[in-house]
């Protein structure tokens, strides 16, 4: 089923049932059938024909820091762009970024560069096409207020520029959100302002997440999306579920709004924590907790 892949891609460049757990921040989820690591944009839009004519199911992964992956693993070719996909460059006020790059990287390089606005990226350890499907953010910032535009490869593998407008962006949300596009970069307008000044807004970022976050356990920060007019972590303290824990999936001691891997969690005692918040939440204050976590399931039909 995969030799066609192995005619494209190197043997270096493919892991073979690569478990997922050395990917992702929470630390869980099986094995790939292959994950592969293209150099270009040229490799993928041959690799996403390959799949499409052999009806290999596939999945793009960033960095990793907003999956959840099951325990049985992932059924098909999982594209891993973090290791490639690299390129940036600034021209004036704006940030032409590949989709593989780290986006705190970036925000430190605009900063150095006197440019605004990717401050609120400090601390998010995500990459820039993670963060465009996720419409990442923080701290009043988020990526819809500086995109001007994102290239994205379609299921057939051909290139579409994206202008703001069309990218139907909202709270934690994308058009790309749909699972048929394969963000390869994006253009970022940015203000000019004082270095120093940009800095000490990260420091301080840097310094509120070290307080509140439970940076030294593998989670995939928020779990929840944030519901309008409620805030997830106090609301969970005031349900007593802060601490709880399933297997060694916990309700973060230090932000309840965060599942902690406390070690050994399988995917599955993620899962069911999950239900177990979202059930209390609806029973006991009528609320729907919605979650931010991408939650992949181990076969997909999407070629
Ligand atoms: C400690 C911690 C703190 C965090 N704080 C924040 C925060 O303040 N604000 C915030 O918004 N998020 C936060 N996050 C969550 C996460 O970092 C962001 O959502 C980030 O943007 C995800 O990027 P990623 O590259 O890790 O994406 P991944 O987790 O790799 O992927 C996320 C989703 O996007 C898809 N995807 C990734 N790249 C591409 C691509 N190029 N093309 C198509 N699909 C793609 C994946 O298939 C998956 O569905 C935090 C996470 C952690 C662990």
Redesign the pocket.
Known sequence: MYNPIMNIISEERLRWQEPLSLH??FKVGGPADVMVFPQSIAEIQQLVRVCRQERIPF?????????LFPDRGFRGVVIK??QALKGWHISGNEINAE??IR?AYLSKKAAANSLSGLEFAE?????V??????????YNG?MSQILSSVS?LDRQGDLHTFQLEEMAFSY?SSI??S?E????SALMKLSSGKRDEIEARMREFARL?REK?P?DMP????TFKRPSGVYVGPLLEKMGLKGFKIGDAQVSTKHAG?IVNCGQATAQDILDLIKHIQQRALAEHNIRLEP?V?I?SETIDNY
């Open positions: 992702t921040s999945i793009v992964l960033g960095l990793g820091s907003n999956v762009l973090g989709a593989g986006l601390g998010i350890p995500g990459s096409g993670g963060a465009v499907i996720m419409n990442a953010g923080a988020e994205a934690r790309f959100q699972g596009w394969i963000v390869v997440r976050q940076l989670s995939a920060g928020s965060f931010e991408r992949i």
